[in-house]
């Protein structure tokens, strides 16, 4: 089977082109400059406005991570294309840890120990129980479920809303639906955003939500840039509705050098590096979509299309 590599910002081959020879020697790789009729598999991310025209028997198309919009987004997708996103245990263990981190973070106090370093100042603080900062976790999916597990063992009280009802463990308490959210985040002390990114999410963390958590609270945004209103993020941190903010994905990438969230005194910055999904489970999905494709059946972890994820 042939698949085509297909991106506008990275070069597909060169990062997974040697574990795609070893995990799916029976997949042939080949580059989108050259188009191909009989092509039925794509490997893509952030791919160009008309990428997809040219493969008329396409039947899945694999992004390089959990996130598909950048995907779903291309305005030459057929509608009956399988789109595939990465299912990488690795990546949700390196995804828990960032947060944790963050959330231990805010929970000790650990901003004010930095500026008490850089001024030179030796005092102690009053300390808090992670039972008392109870956490709210935005995404009921395969990462919002580890993530919900480890802030327990932690000693969070954590709770999880998704748009519809799921099930999940006992770790975490399970909102869904506009009332749910409202209910979940009246106790919300950190916010956690893990949700894809649709038209439903889009721009939802505003001054509103932000209004309806506890004073004082924290945002972990490791979501979609699209998600956050970004003038009003400022506002609820200024008014001190909000302490602080981990931010590690934003609207324009990189962020531009003149943006107020590099100087904010309560904005931590990552460069989009909460965790990655590894080289191997790109292949290992390319390879298990081409397998469900010769059997003709549908890929696992294809989303539905309806919803975005």
């Avoid at 996130?67 to 009956?80: E, Q, R, Y």
């Avoid at 840890?97 to 009053?126: L, M, T």
């Avoid at 969070?156 to 959210?181: D, E, N, Q, Y």
Wanted: aromatic residues 6%; neutral net charge.
């Amino acid at each position: 089977m042939r698949c085509v590599l297909i991106s506008s910002s990275l070069d597909l081959r060169d990062y997974f082109g040697a574990e795609l020879a070893r995990i799916a020697p029976r997949v042939e790789v080949v580059d989108h400059a050259g188009g191909a009729a009989d092509v039925r598999l794509a490997l893509a991310w952030h791919p160009p406005d008309d990428a997809f025209e040219r493969y008329p028997a396409l039947q899945a198309v694999c992004s390089i991570a959990a996130g598909v919009d950048n995907i779903m987004a291309c305005p030459s997708l057929p509608p009956s294309v399988d789109v595939v996103r990465v299912v990488d245990p690795g990546q949700g263990q390196m995804m828990s840890g960032f947060i944790a981190w963050h959330a231990i973070g805010h929970q000790r106090g650990f901003a004010a120990f930095s500026a008490q370093q850089r001024d030179r100042i030796w005092q102690r603080r009053a300390q808090r129980r992670a039972k008392d900062v109870p956490v709210g976790i935005l995404g009921n999916g395969e990462i919002g479920r580890r993530v919900a597990v480890d802030l327990a063992h932690l000693g969070f009280p954590v709770m999880s809303w998704s748009r519809t009802a799921k099930a999940i463990s006992s770790a975490s308490r399970s909102f869904h639906g506009p009332a749910g959210l409202a209910t979940m985040l009246s106790e919300t002390e950190v916010l956690v955003n893990l949700l894809p990114l649709t038209p439903e999410t889009r721009n939802i963390l505003n001054g509103d939500l932000f209004g309806r958590m506890r004073r004082g609270g924290y945002l972990i945004q490791v979501g979609r840039g699209e998600h956050l209103v970004e003038a009003e993020l400022l506002a609820a941190l200024d008014s001190g509705q909000l302490a602080g903010a981990a931010l590690d994905v934003f609207a324009t990438e990189p962020l531009p050098g003149a943006h107020p969230f590099w100087r904010h005194p309560r904005i931590v910055i990552t460069p989009h590096d909460a965790s990655d999904v590894s080289i191997s489970a790109v292949a290992t999905t390319l390879a298990t979509t081409a397998d469900a494709i010769r059997a003709g059946r549908r890929p696992p972890h294809a989303i539905d299309r309806a919803r975005g994820y």
